[in-house]
């Protein structure tokens, strides 16, 4: 178990990133995960190992359905638990989506369902398939000493998507990772924003803008490696939940958990907590509309790292001691910082636009009299009309750059 949430006291304490399960090194990523679950859960890691070729040959739901109900009591400590997630959760997507958008499995079979509710209970996760499964503990170096790079990165679990599929888990693993010096630099920012050390905040800044932009070009790695067409009509696939999914409008069934469905939101970049953390450090404030949806994906994350963002926006102000210290270096390191996050953004809407608008148009012209009745082409897979969303979210982003008074 994670431990209790920690609380960063008003306007006094500092944050200490490993009281949040966050790294300096990894940042959100989870440090070393494992790779193999203890022996008793041997049939589920016989599954998840053969996914993409079990759901491809539309043999895993027999294979679900044969699953015994495994005992959840024998994880022992996070990573266990964490990698028990991630292959439940796997395992719940194909099962879901074997047969496709228009034929989707309603009820989760108590084999499956009954332990996944109980590990994500105790990690305080939803039961799907979240950013903190697909990415943040779906990552293993092939040589440990080696670089980070696509090349000496594996995967640990998959989906049907070949290539296209591990670059766009992996890739995104080398954005969390070059995020990792920012969320370190935003909290020595904090720290110098409550000692009034303005060289220290200086430095910070600094720091935040060359993490941001780093970020931004790991993400260009995306049009390297992923092909749009298979990202749209395979991998978006199992990333979608049963929450604003019109495939599956009353949600799905976990037989032995309860009698009523649940709902669910799919995968979102909004799940990562890197863009979050920027947001609150810098005070960037977002419309009502935005704000309850990103608020509401932080609850799936891990809730450490949910906590981590709520500290921070407990925090004092960064930009009202910037306005009030008249120290003119930080105002302008403080710019360029929110430069470089709408830089950020409007590379990631024209990604979506490559991947989703785009994609799904190319996809509709190969099929003109059979449009697809389940896949609105402007929503992304967590269930937001993306585009407009993420374009909301950048023109807030936009005003949030400071104009002194003269």
């Not at 110098?192 to 935040?208: M, R």
């Not at 780093?214 to 992923?226: E, K, P």
């Not at 799936?300 to 921070?312: G, N, Q, R």
């Not at 403080?334 to 996050?341: D, F």
Request: aromatic share 8%; proline share 7%; hydrophobic share 40%.
């Amino acid at each position: 178990m994670e431990p209790q949430r920690p609380s960063l006291k008003p306007a006094a304490a500092s944050l200490s990133l490993g009281q949040y399960h966050i790294s300096e090194e990894y940042g959100f990523l989870l440090q070393n995960p494992l790779k193999e679950l203890p022996d008793h859960y041997r049939p589920w890691m016989e599954i998840a190992n053969k996914l993409p070729h079990l759901i491809e040959s539309h043999q895993l739901q027999a294979h679900v359905y044969k699953m015994p109900l495994l005992d959840c009591r024998f994880l022992k400590g996070h990573r266990e638990r964490r990698l028990a997630h991630l292959v439940l959760a796997a395992i719940t997507m194909g099962f879901v989506w074997q047969e496709g958008e228009t034929q989707p499995q309603k009820v989760l079979p108590r084999s499956l369902a009954i332990p996944f509710v109980e590990v994500s209970r105790n990690l305080g996760l939803p039961p799907i398939l979240v950013h903190s499964d697909l990415v943040l503990t779906n990552w293993t170096k092939r040589n440990p000493e080696g670089p980070w790079e696509i090349s000496n990165l594996e995967t640990i679990v998959s989906f049907p998507g070949g290539e296209s599929l591990r670059a766009f888990i992996l890739v995104t693993v080398l954005v969390e990772k070059a995020a990792a010096p920012g969320i370190k630099a935003l909290v020595q920012g904090v720290d110098a924003v409550l000692q009034h050390s303005q060289d220290t905040l200086l430095q910070a800044l600094q720091q935040v803008r060359l993490s941001i932009q780093d970020i931004t070009r790991t993400l260009a790695q995306m049009h390297d490696y992923v092909d749009p067409d298979i990202f749209y009509t395979v991998i978006r696939l199992f990333l979608s939940g049963w929450k604003d999914n019109p495939a599956m409008p009353v949600g799905l069934v976990y037989e032995g958990v309860a009698t009523e469905p649940l709902r669910y939101s799919g995968g979102s970049a909004a799940q990562s907590s890197v863009l979050q953390a920027f947001d609150e450090f810098l005070g960037i404030q977002h419309c009502k509309g935005s704000v309850g949806f990103l608020h509401r994906m932080r609850d799936y994350m891990p809730p450490s790292h949910k906590a981590f963002l709520e500290d921070l926006h407990s925090a004092p102000s960064l930009r009202d001691h910037i306005l009030t210290s008249g120290a003119g270096s930080c105002l302008i390191a403080y710019n360029q910082c929110v430069e470089a996050l709408v830089e950020l953004r409007s590379y990631h809407i024209n990604v979506v636009a490559r991947y989703i608008i785009s994609a799904a148009a190319k996809a509709r012209s190969r099929m003109p009299s059979h449009p697809s009745p389940h896949a609105p082409e402007d929503r992304g897979t967590g269930g937001t009309a993306v585009l407009s969303f993420l374009k909301s979210v950048r023109e807030k982003t936009v005003e949030a750059i400071l104009h002194p008074c003269a």
